[in-house]
């Protein structure tokens, strides 16, 4: 009965999302608001409905109802509570009627919060995300329905994903990644909207940077989590693999920080106008590549569901949006010439641009990258392999270069700097790195790539407090104020710029994290008796004993896991697992990770002998790892603080429109 | 002084880079076999994995590759000579970077291509360094306004 009441939903969400299309469309042509008023509430219908059907989906999860497939497939009558609910999100058809709740749940949102404002924009935005939403329902009411019945009732399911039952992170990770990828329809609609009724001014602009800005932070965290979690669970040791799935989620990240920063320029400079209405679009598209890629069985990933038959449906999507997308763009050259020349070359807007142009490399090189596997296939019938060395080698040189221009941007003015303001700038900031430089190998640092890195980021935090220290100096005198004071009303009163700082200082946290942790670890793999001691760094570490049972949480789940005491800088029992799931044909290891301000200890149990009881680890010392996580966790932060609704700005605002 | 700072600072730098530059050019030392043997495992693909080397895989037939380049090492074969075994054994596919210089050039023409375009861009009316003042435009009033707000009057 529910899940039928969760397919009728979804059928009725479509024709409220096609209804809401044509009503947006006719009531952007007339005027009418009623037509328009009539086309919102269609589309919060849908979000209704949407939400119920996967109230349906996880009921039905819940209840362990195996008339339905895709309870069948993925859930089994031992599946802890937790895991059954965000079994919503772990497979194709699930995870196709969940993105449609955030896409329509997105739409609502914008749709509800502009219904008195942009009037001339908002229909056509409504009618974007109207037709984007009634996609996905449409996939869901014909290639991958969620709610198909299979005769006979099994009774008993097949359960869950192994690794994806394996560790509470899976209830985060994708539910903050899938927001900031559906969330990026919203600038890609307003982008549509300013085209078509050509209103490409800057009010257009402050609209999507303020919404690129929403998704980008849900996007930052999403794909940071899903490293922590790669990390945590998967148990090699590392946290990115240039997996397909991983680079997917990357791709639209970039273009949407490329535009981000290109979008400064058009806003201040009346520049690169066509190009920042290009990267929404590129944006857009990538995260239906993105699907496209990872849902449909081209590449293979540890995150490919099935093969499915949705691959033609995203292929003409992308095909469709792209189509219509760049017409609309080219139609529309003439309104988006350039306002003024650009400026001199030394200039902010110079650095911005260098950034765009390093942005769009990587995202070029990455989904070549991913893409070569199926490109040599599909010409030459061999089959090739891209994997992280090459994606090492050839990335690592430009997100260097991205992290020198996020100190030389800020220190520069915008139309253009003289030799004066670039001697006075730059030479503290320059000495500040090759100092630090200087100290860490004096100190022992021998690897090129933190010595470099350490130079590098001192550079970029020397550029920025220098800014800061320069702006509190100014309003300290002119005010009277102390100087925390000040930083404090310098950083509220100049969101944006501070924000943005912010979030640089979490770049370089994260790239001096991800230097030193690449090269300056310990990594070991030895096999023990009972009893038997290993020294690694300054832990020692003793193997007890081996265990074998079944789980407490789901005892078709079997167990086995090593014992160890630890005695170092941290002590105590610890215990590294295997663990044998019913539906999976390999093991699933259960890393234990110790982790410190300066280093993790982390051990993962690579096999044992259950005769000879011996167990043989992999030990890694990885030095500052969760500084990768707290450095996502700043970047976030600082475009968090950016978009901080601003009240003296508000009604600044608000007296000049009056006016 | 204050003239000397960016010179100083570049001269700072380039000392630093010649050293970097001497440090690499100063042979380095043999790598040892394990050393060898690790950076074997990094570059071959587990054959039942998706994206992960030998080297981070826990799979049996990982642990088995890396048994083999070990032992192969051991027998006093060269790494090229490791390498190109597994090659033949598995196919091209099992090297995570592919032989075809190709993918070398492709992102690099990529970049240069942008940085080609964009200085197209620049030089229709653009200027090497700012000597005046910045000329009125539509970003002026939005920057006059952000200055105004930062001094708060």
Not at chain 1, 291 to 318: D, M
Not at chain 2, 18 to 34: D, F, K, N, S
Request: aromatic letters at 10%; a positive charge.
């Amino acid at each position: 009965m529910i899940p039928t009441l969760g397919h009728l939903a979804v059928v009725i969400g479509l024709a409220a999302t096609v209804y809401a299309a044509g009503a947006f469309i006719l009531g952007g042509r007339s005027g009418d608001a009623a037509v328009l008023a009539s086309a919102r509430r269609a589309m919060y219908a849908a979000f209704a409905l949407v939400a119920f059907a996967c109230f349906a989906m996880v009921v039905s999860l819940l209840s362990h109802d195996f008339s339905v497939l895709y309870v069948a497939r993925n859930n089994a009558t031992t599946t802890p509570p937790f895991y059954s609910v965000i079994s919503l999100w772990a497979a194709l058809e699930g995870s196709i009627l969940f993105w449609t709740l955030l896409a329509s749940g997105w739409a609502s949102l914008v749709l509800y919060r502009y219904r008195a404002r942009l009037p001339a924009l908002m229909p056509w935005v409504g009618a974007t995300l109207a037709l984007g939403t009634a996609f996905f329902f449409a996939v869901m009411a014909w290639p991958s329905d969620p709610f198909v019945r299979v005769t006979p009732i099994g009774l008993e399911g097949n359960g869950p994903n192994a690794l994806l039952q394996n560790h509470p992170f899976m209830g985060l990770h994708p539910p903050l990644l899938y927001l900031g990828y559906t969330g990026m329809a919203i600038p890609f609609a307003f982008g549509m909207a300013a085209l078509i009724t050509r209103r490409t001014d800057e009010e257009w602009l402050a609209v999507v940077r303020r919404w690129t800005l929403v998704p980008w932070i849900f996007l930052t965290a999403g794909i940071v989590a899903g490293a922590w979690w790669s990390y945590a669970v998967l148990g090699w040791g590392g946290y990115w693999a240039w997996d397909p799935v991983e680079n997917a989620a990357l791709l639209p990240w970039l273009t949407a920080t490329a535009f981000i920063h290109s979008s400064m320029v058009a806003e201040r400079r009346g520049t690169l106008r066509t190009w920042t209405h290009a990267l929404v679009i590129a944006t857009f598209v990538l995260t239906l590549v993105g699907t496209f890629l990872t849902r449909s069985g081209v590449v293979n990933s540890v995150h490919a569901f099935t093969t499915s038959g949705i691959g033609a449906w995203f292929a003409s999507a992308i095909l469709v949006t792209l189509g219509v997308a760049l017409a609309l763009l080219v139609w529309r050259l003439p309104d988006l010439r350039d306002r003024r020349p650009p400026g001199a070359v030394v200039s902010r807007e110079s650095a911005f641009v260098f950034n765009n142009v390093l942005f769009l490399g990587v995202t070029f090189a990455i989904l070549f990258g991913t893409l070569y596997p199926v490109l040599v296939e599909a010409t030459t019938g061999a089959k090739a392999s891209v994997g992280a060395p090459w994606f090492n080698r050839v990335n690592a040189p430009i997100f260097v270069a991205l992290l020198f221009l996020t100190g030389v941007g800020p220190a520069l003015p915008w139309g253009g700097a003289s030799w004066a303001t670039v001697r006075e700038r730059f030479a503290v900031p320059i000495l500040s790195g090759v100092g630090v430089v200087v100290a860490a190998w004096a100190l022992g640092v021998r690897d090129a790539a933190p010595l470099g890195i350490f130079g590098l980021a001192t550079f970029v935090l020397v550029v920025m407090g220098d800014e800061v220290v320069r702006g509190a100096h100014s309003r300290a005198r002119s005010r009277g104020e102390t100087a925390p004071l000040a930083v404090l009303r310098l950083a509220t009163r100049n969101r944006r710029r501070y924000g943005g700082y912010l979030a640089h200082v979490g770049i370089c946290v994260m790239a001096v994290a991800i230097a030193v942790s690449a090269t300056l670890g310990i990594d070991r793999t030895a096999t023990l008796a009972e009893g038997e001691t290993l020294s690694i760094g300054p832990y020692t570490l003793t193997y007890d004993k081996l265990v074998t049972e079944p789980l407490a949480s789901d005892p078709r789940v079997i167990e086995t896991r090593a014992e160890l005491t630890l005695a170092g800088p941290q002590s105590g029992h610890m215990a590294t697992a295997l663990r044998d799931y019913p539906n999976s044909a390999t093991a699933i290891a259960t890393p234990v990770v110790r982790t410190a301000l300066g280093e993790d200890l982390y051990v993962t149990l690579l096999g044992y002998n259950p005769d000879a009881r011996t167990a043989t680890l992999r030990i890694f010392i990885n030095p500052l790892v969760m500084w990768i996580w707290t450095g996502g966790a700043i970047v976030a932060f600082g475009a968090l603080f950016a978009i901080w609704p601003d009240r003296r700005r508000t009604a600044v605002a608000a007296a000049v429109a009056g006016a | 002084m204050r003239r000397l700072a960016l010179p100083v600072a570049i001269a700072a730098l380039l000392a630093l880079g010649g050293v970097v530059l001497l440090e690499l050019v100063r042979p380095a030392a043999a790598p040892t076999q394990a050393q060898q043997a690790q950076q074997l495992a990094r570059e071959l693909r587990c054959p039942d994995c998706q994206a992960l080397s030998v080297a981070e895989s826990q799979t049996a037939a990982a642990a088995n590759i890396r048994r083999q380049i070990v032992e192969q090492l051991d027998a006093g074969r060269t790494p090229e000579q490791v390498r190109a075994y597994f090659v033949a054994r598995y196919g091209d596919w099992i090297l995570l970077v592919p032989t075809s210089p190709f993918v070398w050039w492709v992102p690099v023409v990529a970049i240069l291509v942008g940085v080609g375009v964009f200085a197209w861009w620049w030089r229709r009316g653009g200027v090497a360094v700012a000597s005046a003042l910045p000329a009125p435009g539509p970003g002026l009033r939005e920057q006059v306004r952000d200055e105004v707000e930062r001094l708060d009057v």
